[in-house]
Each structure stands twice: as structure tokens, then as C-alpha cells.
């Protein structure tokens, strides 16, 4: 396999190349390290995000809004995570530091540019929660058009050929944002972006960025209230 496909298969099926080899040895580590962690609140992951201050004033103003005690507890939104398309060494240690918070039910929820949100919520079977078991069907219509959705029939078939890297050589996502268009259509993320109090700490780089719920939040009551309280449907 050449380098240009070598990145390719790794871009296309880090989670599923990276999570059945290392997946047991992280959870070992887990139980022996993770488990007297400090406990904290409420924690978010930012993928690529810049945050604009030495202390986000979203965390902050978010944990007042959901009554937090910092003296209590902690909140945690995380913007050190840089992750690129090609396969090195530095963008393997930051995807298995992601996957072990998510094993241990440290994270909530992550923010990621669109092609990272594809990339996770179709080549990781489940990580993400169907946002219909998160807010009502009134709440989803308020945030049309900024839902994005994946087609669970698409997935489905990344997952047949996973071991085919030529299958992704030319792969092309399902319009996330034409639900009519797919098969099986499942609201995934919801976009912040253009959210007020969300540019006020981080900066994107000026792409549209995703929050997407994990399937295993300790908090996703949070995480719900926090997306309400970014589009100001609190």
C-alpha cells in the first residue's frame, strides 16, 4: 500500500483500525489510572477549536446558567485537540487519548469540523446518541437547519467494506443536511458555529462545527441544555 493510500485507509478507518487493537489495553489502563480521576461535571471535547481566552468564559457562564458550583465541581470544555487527515504518530496518541475518555465516561459530548463529525459518526458505530432521545420533536423542529444527519443504511455499508481501502479512495458522505435524500436518516449533531456565545470563547477557523451528544454521557441531560442554551431555546 502506498503512503497517498496508506493515509487514506488510516484517514477513513482510524476508529475501527485503532479501537479493536488497542481498545482492551486502554480499558486495562483505565482501571488502573482513570478510575481515581477527579470527578468532574460536565465535559466536552472541541476538536480544532482555538480558544480565544486563557479560560473559556462559555465554560464559566454555562456552569452559572446550569446552577455548577465550581467550588464543587469541575467543567471541563477541552481545545487542546488538534487532529489532521494523515496517519502520524502525534494524530494517533490524540485519537487513543480521545477514545480512552470516551471508554471511561469522562466526555459528554465532542465538537468537530463536518468532516470529522462524518468521519466519527459513521466509522464508530454508536458513538453519538440519536439527538430524538435527547430533545423533543418541537425542540428539533425550533433547530432545523442545523441538524446534521447521518444515513444509518450508509454506515451500514462502511461497515461492510472496511477492510477495502480502495472502498474510500473516492468515498463521498451523504448530504448531511438533505435527510430526505437518505435511506435511514438519524439526527446526529447540531450546529454551533454561528452561535454568539460559542464565537465569543473558541474560534473554528471559520468552519461550521457539529456538537454531537455521546452515546454514553454521564451528563447528556447537559449536554441537551447546553446546545438549548447556545441557540437561545432556554
Not at 10 to 21: D, E, P, S
Not at 191 to 219: K, Q, R, T, W
Request: contains cysteine; charged residues 20%.
Amino acid at each position: 500500500m502506498n503512503r497517498k493510500k496508506l493515509e487514506n485507509f488510516w484517514y477513513y478507518n482510524k476508529w475501527l483500525v485503532i479501537g479493536g487493537a488497542a481498545l482492551l489495553v486502554l480499558l486495562l489502563h483505565l482501571i488502573l489510572s482513570v478510575a481515581g480521576a477527579e470527578k468532574e461535571a460536565f465535559s466536552g471535547i472541541l476538536l480544532n477549536c482555538a480558544q480565544r481566552e486563557e479560560k473559556s468564559a462559555l465554560a464559566a457562564d454555562f456552569s452559572g446558567y446550569a446552577g455548577i458550583d465550581p467550588d464543587q465541581s469541575v467543567v471541563n470544555f477541552d481545545s487542546s485537540i488538534q487532529l489532521t487527515r494523515e496517519g502520524t504518530e502525534q494524530n494517533i496518541q490524540a485519537f487513543q487519548a480521545i477514545l480512552a475518555r470516551v471508554a471511561a465516561e469522562q466526555v459528554d459530548f465532542i465538537v468537530a469540523n463536518q468532516e470529522n463529525f462524518c468521519l466519527y459518526s459513521y466509522n464508530s458505530s454508536g458513538i453519538f446518541c440519536d439527538l430524538r432521545d435527547c430533545f423533543s420533536e418541537e425542540v428539533l423542529q425550533l433547530l432545523e437547519g442545523h441538524i446534521f444527519y447521518i444515513d444509518r443504511a450508509f454506515e451500514t455499508l462502511i461497515l461492510e467494506n472496511a477492510d477495502n481501502a480502495d472502498f474510500f479512495e473516492n468515498l463521498e458522505f451523504p448530504d448531511a443536511f438533505h435527510p430526505e435524500n437518505m435511506e435511514e436518516p438519524v439526527p446526529m449533531g447540531i450546529g454551533i458555529g454561528s452561535c454568539e456565545a460559542f464565537l465569543d470563547s473558541y474560534s473554528s477557523g471559520g468552519e461550521a462545527v457539529y456538537l454531537g451528544i455521546l452515546s454514553n454521557a454521564p451528563h447528556s441531560d447537559l449536554a441537551a441544555q447546553l446546545v438549548l442554551y447556545l441557540h437561545g431555546l432556554d
